[in-house]
Nanobody, 121 residues
Framework: QVQVVESGGGLVQAGGSLRLSCTAS????????MGWYRQVPGNQRELVAS???????NYADSVKGRFTISRDNGKNTVYLQMNSLRPEDTAVYYC???????????????WGQGTQVTVSS
């Protein structure tokens, strides 16, 4: 089994900062990409940022220049530093880990339970 656990959400005023953390653990052979998604009730889950095992990053246009994703491969942990937060960043943030559980070239996606980020105006 694989567990993906997030932490670091909360309530912050507009212009403030938060740092999210996420760790994948359990029966893991290797982790490929890790990323953060967010979802507002009534909307689809959207990509916020992702990072490959080699460090290549991808950001949604709405967060470029404000959010930074980083990763500790040895700990299977990904971070999301969120600065200059806006009310429209309010959402439940989900961590995703794309990984292999065996040596076979078969990847699966695993999700955390989500953490609430609320930005007040």
């Amino acid at each position: 089994q694989v567990q993906v656990v997030e932490s670091g959400g909360g309530l912050v005023q507009a212009g403030g900062s938060l740092r999210l953390s996420c760790t994948a653990s359990g029966s893991i052979f290797s982790v490929d990409s890790m990323g953060w998604y967010r979802q507002v009730p009534g909307n689809q889950r959207e990509l916020v940022a992702s990072i490959t095992s080699g460090g290549r990053t991808n950001y949604a246009d709405s967060v470029k220049g404000r959010f930074t994703i980083s990763r500790d491969n040895g700990k299977n942990t990904v971070y999301l530093q969120m600065n200059s937060l806006r009310p429209e960043d309010t959402a439940v943030y989900y961590c995703n880990a794309r990984l292999r559980t065996t040596f076979r070239n078969v990847y699966s996606d695993h999700w955390g339970q989500g953490t609430q980020v609320t930005v007040s105006s």
